[in-house]
């Protein structure tokens, strides 16, 4: 756990994990506490199929916040669809009418949870790991090819692939910096 780090996806290649490190990485997530049994969060996995259509969202998500956006920026929104060997989306229910006791908070924490087993658990198999998001979790594109319901939001995605190329490990905070007794 003490050499996990966050991994960009523009830092990681091929290979990928195969399908059954695909289905280990998820049945990981779903060891993550969960108040109510009530599932708030769910991925889709991006398939190699589904790259260009992700891609193309990618655009649409830069030219509505930006409409005059060039054809290099577009091309590089594009990209991001291609890193990285595996990559999902993470979406939460804060909210729904099934279980309005839960609340939000506790709804973001499982996902939290659910995406630090899988990040350690990537680590684990050898892979490096990493989350991503950026303005176009709020797009009407994105929120249109993931068929997002109107209760369902884009928290980030998890990127997992062989590290091409390390980056320096941070320093870490050390406990007396975020801990204090009562």
């Keep these: 756990m003490r050499k996990r780090q966050q991994t960009s996806p523009k830092r990681l290649g091929e290979p990928g994990p195969d399908a059954g490190q695909v289905r280990e990485l998820f049945t990981a997530a ?14 889709v996995h991006v398939s190699d199929a589904g790259r260009q259509r992700l891609g193309e ?3 649409q998500a830069l030219l509505e916040r930006d409409p005059d956006a060039t054809a290099q920026q577009r091309s590089e929104a594009r990209a991001k669809a291609a890193r990285a060997p595996f990559l999902a989306l993470a979406i939460a229910r804060p909210h729904d009418d099934a279980s309005p006791e839960i609340p939000p908070r506790e709804r973001l924490v499982s996902l939290g949870c659910a995406l630090q087993n899988m990040l350690l658990l990537a680590h684990a198999q050898g892979f490096g790991a990493g ?20 209760n369902e939001q884009a928290v980030c995605f998890i990127a997992v692939g062989t590290v091409a190329k390390a980056k320096t490990s941070r320093v870490r905070p050390s406990p007396v910096d975020f801990v204090e007794t009562l």
């Design 131 to 150: 989350l991503v998001s950026g303005q176009a979790m709020e797009s009407r594109a994105l929120r249109d090819l993931f068929r997002l319901a109107d």
């Design 57 to 59: 969202a990618f655009v």
């Design 30 to 43: 779903a060891q993550a506490p969960d108040h109510g049994l009530i599932l708030p969060w769910r991925f």
